[in-house]
């Protein structure tokens, strides 16, 4: 069974640093591409970055340079490391599978952690 | 960055409606697009990919359409389990962005 379980939320000060972890199980996540998105309280969703199974990766313009995406293939563990976090970062982060080619969609996702960014 | 706006933002309608929400990207995607349901507290759900491929154990009363920058999502009968939020999704460029969503509420 296909299972993503986000951690690593919580509550952090303005221009701090976070890394969130997001261990999976029933598949091999270096063989898949993995996504992060996330939804700030009371709004739509985001997506923020996404690996490839070849290593290439890619941001959304509002975390680039900021946040970094990464993977564990001995953990089977996909990461997002964020720094100089803002106020607007404040998100519910989802970690999701992502298909490939034409079938490019989140198929699994995770619960989800809180990322509170305030002083 | 691919822009994708749905309309209509919020929608009545009751038990047994035939509802659709369209979604517009601000270029070509051929049918690199996804839709997604999302229910209070919940993570998303797949429910459509390649613009009309049914995701395994999504109802058939879901449907996609579309090609190019003009997509819908048709539900044909709505049932109470369907109220909830929608979001489209394109996965054409490297960056998936997502509509703002369509919040459909009991009449």
């Known amino acids: 069974e296909v299972q993503l379980v986000e951690s690593g939320g919580g509550l952090i000060q303005p221009g701090g640093s976070l890394r969130l972890s997001c261990a999976a199980s029933g598949f091999t996540v270096s063989s898949e591409y993995m996504s992060w998105v996330r939804q700030a309280p009371g709004k739509g969703l985001e997506w923020v970055s996404i690996i490839y199974s070849g290593g290439s990766t890619y941001y959304a313009d509002s975390v680039k340079g900021r946040f970094t995406i990464s993977r564990d293939n001995s953990k089977n563990t996909l990461y997002l490391q964020m720094n100089s976090l803002r106020a607007e970062d404040t998100a519910v982060y989802y970690c999701?599978?992502?298909?490939?080619?034409?079938?490019?969609?989140?198929?699994?996702w995770g619960q989800g952690t809180l990322v509170t960014v305030s002083s | 960055d691919i822009q994708m706006t749905q309309s209509p933002s919020s929608l009545s309608a009751s038990v047994g409606d035939r509802v659709t929400i369209t979604c517009r990207a601000s270029?070509?995607?051929?049918?690199?697009l996804n839709w997604y349901q999302q229910k209070p507290g919940k993570a998303p759900k797949l429910l459509i990919y390649?613009?009309?491929s049914l995701q395994t154990g999504v109802p058939s009363r879901f449907s996609g359409s579309g090609s190019g920058t003009d997509f819908t999502l048709t539900i044909s009968s709505l049932q109470p389990e369907d109220f909830a939020t929608y979001y489209c999704q394109q996965s054409y460029s490297a960056r998936y962005t997502f509509g703002q969503g369509t919040k459909l509420e009991i009449k």
């Open positions: 390649a613009a009309s």
């Open positions: 270029q070509s995607i051929s049918t690199y």
């Open positions: 999701a599978r992502v298909g490939k080619g034409i079938a490019a969609a989140g198929d699994y």
